[in-house]
């Protein structure tokens, strides 16, 4: 009933940007905290960065200052715009949302899913 449907990602060249969305539909009540992780290639899927509900935000030391995460709470949509992007950015990239649901009078709070998005930096 719920879903988070991911766009914006592709082939870029070392230095470029790119912008990910990410926007959750279905039975939401509301949106608690958001964000992005990445897994590259025979490696475990490690996260970017996170905001709350409330704007706060948090970035690894690794995309610092090139990342930047954002949400519109009106479209239940997170993005990241990716900046000076490096060959070692290259990896899927999956949102996830911790949304609180209403489905026939229960309501649920837990995190979904992203279907994942190819990011591939290369020249």
């Known amino acids: 009933q719920v879903q988070l449907v991911e766009s914006g990602g592709g082939l870029v060249q070392p230095g470029g940007s790119l912008r990910l969305s990410c926007a959750a539909s279905g039975s939401i009540l509301s949106i608690n905290g958001m964000g992005w992780y990445r897994q590259a290639p025979g490696k475990e899927r490690e996260l970017v960065a996170s905001?709350?509900?409330?704007?706060?935000?948090n970035y690894v030391d690794f995309v610092k200052g090139r990342f930047t995460i954002s949400r519109d709470n009106a479209k239940n949509t997170v993005y990241l715009q990716m900046n000076s992007l490096k060959p070692e950015d290259t990896a899927v990239y999956y949102c996830?949302?911790?949304?609180?649901?209403?489905?026939?009078?229960?309501?649920?709070?837990?995190?979904?899913w992203g279907q994942g998005t190819q990011v591939t930096v290369s020249s």
């Open positions: 996830y949302a911790v949304i609180k649901t209403l489905i026939v009078e229960t309501i649920d709070t837990r995190p979904y």
């Open positions: 905001i709350t509900g409330g704007g706060s935000t």
